[in-house]
């Protein structure tokens, strides 16, 4: 069985839509995509990916109370890494002409892996279902539904992908309270199902709306290809982001935790992971204006520094005011940083019949990012300084990603001040 379109889909219309109908549909689709998968660790399923917060401090004070902070640390960050890595061969797929398919299988086996979830009691069984399995489902899909952006968008692409984003906004907003507000009432189990309902509910609706637009590449038998590392830009980009990737996930992952260390109520520190998910939605769509206006590592640069001093500063935070600010700013900063990584390069990367492999390619190279940088903060929340170190850690390497950005731009422009 395959969907994969004809190599010989005529290629008269390559202008690129900007708009209409389908167009619209299509970001609406990739929003879908984003709520339901983006929001499991912070979940696209980026949604339930942002929710991973809430799921760190049940599975420490709960589920998995006699677990190392730092293992139980390495389920959100294998699952952060998987939203990612994945595109290096999905990403691929979708430039031969596959898309419907692979998003139909993924959606069944993340919703299959969170009814599973729901019987987990033992740590291996959790990293099995929620860390691999939902990871890779959730990847299997991300990097597709945020490519084919890419072929009904150019000049309008910053405000289309801010839009889409508002999905990780919603289910990153939605899901972290509906999973500490039902497991008292319902029990973890319950949760979990009605959780893998409404998720099944928004990949149904997304997988009807996401379409390509134009022909696939012909395919040269590499599946993967490395010719692209050779552009230098491109590559400084992709540390970049290794580095970025590495602090993005620190603060939301451990607000709530320091929130109720400082003697923050458990009660409305649940709310703080939601604030910061909801702020996001204004950086998302402000960042896509000012991306389409300005250029996108123009855009970035100032949005990782202000995300960068937030981290430093967050665990000087004592009361509850202080705490919904670090929250709200956070969200607004780090809002175009996690779902716009990739836009700075769907320029310099060249033709869109080869978006998909390139931008996997990145993608896949910094979510090593993600998959070392929350076992860091794990293992720094044992030492004496606790969120301290967590703080300088953070901030650090999101200091490192903004020099990286710095010499990309100098790499494409020859100089720092023109647009891009």
């Not at 879908?32 to 399923?45: F, G, H, I």
């Not at 994945?86 to 993924?106: E, N, T, V």
């Not at 940083?337 to 390619?361: E, K, N, Q, W």
Request: hydrophobic share 50%; charged share 10%; glycine share 10%.
């Amino acid at each position: 069985m395959s969907e994969k379109i004809s190599p010989d889909h005529p290629k008269a219309d390559l202008g690129f839509p900007e708009g209409g109908l389908r167009a619209w549909l299509v970001v609406l689709g990739t929003g879908l995509v984003l709520s339901s998968t983006c929001s499991l660790n912070v979940s696209c399923s980026v949604g339930l990916v942002s929710s991973w917060g809430v799921f760190q401090t049940y599975y420490a004070t709960e589920l998995l109370s006699g677990t190392d902070p730092s293992n139980i640390a390495w389920i959100g960050s294998i699952q952060y890494f998987l939203v990612y890595l994945p595109s290096l061969l999905s990403g691929r797929l979708f430039d031969f002409g596959y898309l419907k398919l692979p998003m139909a299988i993924a959606s069944t086996v993340l919703v299959a892996a969170l009814l599973l979830l729901a019987q987990c009691t033992a740590y291996w069984q959790v990293l099995l279902c929620q860390g691999l399995t939902c990871g890779l489902a959730c990847g299997t899909m991300y990097g597709p539904a945020m490519t084919v952006l890419g072929h009904w968008f150019r000049d309008r692409l910053g405000i289309a992908v801010g839009i889409a984003s508002l999905g990780v906004s919603f289910g990153g907003t939605v899901f972290p309270i509906l999973i500490r507000k039902l497991i008292p009432v319902v029990g973890f189990p319950w949760t979990m199902r009605i959780l893998a309902f409404v998720i099944a509910a928004s990949l149904i609706c997304a997988n009807l709306a996401v379409a390509r637009r134009l022909p696939p590449t012909p395919s040269n038998g590499k599946i993967i290809s490395f010719v692209i590392l050779k552009n230098k830009a491109f590559t400084t980009y992709t540390i970049s982001g290794f580095f970025a990737f590495q602090a993005l996930w620190t603060l939301s992952t451990y607000l709530d935790q320091s929130a109720q260390a400082a003697g923050i109520s458990p009660d409305f520190s649940v709310y703080l992971l939601s604030i910061l998910n909801a702020s996001a939605a204004f950086g998302r769509i402000g960042g896509g204006l000012v991306m389409d206006r300005i250029g996108p590592i123009n855009t970035m640069i100032p949005f990782n520094l202000v995300a960068a001093t937030l981290i430093y500063t967050w665990p000087t935070a004592k009361d509850q005011a202080s705490f919904i600010v670090i929250a709200a700013l956070y969200g607004v900063a780090s809002g175009p940083i996690s779902t716009m990584f990739l836009t700075p390069l769907y320029r310099l990367v060249g033709d869109a019949d080869d978006l998909g492999g390139r931008l996997g390619m990145a993608s896949s190279l910094s979510a090593f990012g993600d998959l070392f940088g929350l076992p860091i903060a794990g293992a720094l929340l044992q030492t004496p300084l606790r969120f301290q170190a967590i703080g300088l850690y953070g901030g650090s390497t999101f200091t490192i990603s903004i020099l990286g950005m710095f010499l990309m731009k100098w790499l494409v422009l020859g100089n720092l001040h023109g647009k891009f």
